[in-house]
């Protein structure tokens, strides 16, 4: 539920309440307070057509320039109504107005925008090269990229061009400071490898743009339902971004073009995923442009929309071959390796040099200090099996390593 308190100039609520009539709205669900120094109008936004009812209020009244005027929308923190049956019937979603001034706030290309970017960014950076989670999250708790998001659908569906660009420019200077935060630490920190939380972002698949797109749907649904402070939000979409492009300021630092190219393919497929889910969402929630910005608005819409889902049908080529080697090359290799380092860690020194793969047949190249039995190296091959629930025919090269004293 919101409530509106309009201020007019003294005798102008009498004409505010015709207008409010004209509209349909109930009688008990607004009231008018007159005095010599204005008029205050308190409106309930419960029911009803919210955005008609604000669209005819200020195109009558002018609240932007008249220093006498002024509309101010809030949400109440406990709302009992006197017709509980109305208010199960109605159908609530947050003010185009609330949306916008939130979006606008939130994007606002600013120091302390700037400055959260870059911190969000640190504490990401480093939670990817300690390959620590709960750093990574407390990261995305901080960061602000829900806001240019937001910016940008909210502008698209309400043909909004000013707050599109808004969005767009604080987007992409949060983009430039992550990956170049990344670069620095990824420069200046010895010794950086490639972390779990590193490589599966470097190796994107389609169940990524599925998690962007469900977390872009839930923070729109959140938001359009009222509930704009809510930090859950924020952080389901910086979960899809900003570890992204943290990852590929590191790939750049350590010149691996698989670190830049799979996190790359991933922050524009989690972009693109975000932007439909947030449009779909606002769009048929009923979140409407002001009456006059309609047909600018629908074009908007309609070309956004086909421009985004060419864009996800393109990207999801990669995605998809990606996919398929997650599936049926990287998980085999990571199961062999990890069935062999659980029977010879605690028996022998050696390294795994190389696993190649080819259907049914893999080449599993092991340098080793001693002697490997054969009647183990079956039982790797047995349990390998098992694991995957299926027969491949595992040849294992074993290359001695022998120390040499000078």
């Given amino acids: 539920m919101q ?10 609520g009498e004409e505010a309440v015709k207008l409010l009539s004209t509209l349909g ?3 008990e669900d607004y009231k008018l307070i007159k005095s010599e120094s204005g008029d205050l109008l308190i409106i309930n936004l419960l029911y009803g057509d919210t955005d008609v009812l604000i669209d005819n209020l200020t195109g009558r009244f002018d609240f932007e320039n008249d220093k006498e005027r002024s509309l101010i929308i809030f949400t109440p923190d406990t709302v009992i109504p006197r017709d509980k049956k109305k208010l199960e019937r109605a159908s609530f979603h947050a003010t185009r107005e609330s949306l916008v001034t939130f979006a606008q706030d939130k994007s606002r290309l600013s120091f302390e925008y700037l400055l959260l970017v870059i911190f969000s960014s640190v504490i990401t950076s480093l ?3 300690l390959d620590n989670v709960a750093v990574i999250v407390g990261g995305m708790v901080i960061a602000p990229v829900l806001g240019p998001i937001l910016a940008i659908t909210i502008g698209i569906v309400l043909g909004d061009t000013s707050l599109i660009r808004r969005g767009i420019a604080a987007e992409f200077a949060a983009i430039v400071f992550a990956i170049l935060v990344g670069v620095i630490f990824g420069s200046f920190i010895p010794n950086v490898e490639i972390t779990n939380s590193l490589r599966i972002r470097m190796f994107p698949t389609l169940a990524d743009l599925l998690i962007a797109m469900a977390a872009g749907a839930a ?7 009222g509930q704009l402070e809510s930090g859950l939000v924020g952080v389901m979409v910086a979960a899809s971004l900003l570890p992204v492009m943290s990852t590929i300021g590191i790939g750049i630092s350590m010149g691996n073009q698989t670190m830049i190219i799979g996190p790359f393919l991933l922050l524009a497929g989690n972009y ?6 947030n449009i779909l969402v606002f769009y048929f929630k009923g979140l409407k442009p002001q009456i006059w910005y309609k047909h600018k608005a629908d074009k908007i819409i309609r070309k956004s929309l086909l421009l985004i889902i060419i864009a996800v049908i393109l990207l999801s080529i990669p995605l998809g071959f990606l996919t398929i080697y997650q599936f049926f090359i990287e998980k085999p290799a990571d199961i062999i390796k990890s069935t062999i380092r659980q029977h010879l860690l605690k028996k022998w020194d050696y390294r795994i040099e190389k696993i190649e793969i080819n259907g049914s047949l893999v080449n599993v190249y092991i340098y080793a200090e001693k002697e490997i039995e054969e009647d183990l190296l079956t039982g790797i091959k047995q349990e390998i099996e098992t694991r995957l629930a299926k027969e491949y025919n595992i040849n294992f090269k074993i290359i001695p390593v022998e120390e040499i004293k000078l």
């Fill in 3 to 12: 409530i509106v308190l309009a201020t007019f100039h003294p005798n102008e």
């Fill in 25 to 27: 709205v109930d009688i």
């Fill in 127 to 129: 939670g990817l090269i």
């Fill in 219 to 225: 923070g729109a649904y959140t938001l359009i339902k």
């Fill in 272 to 277: 693109l995923s975000l932007l439909l889910a």
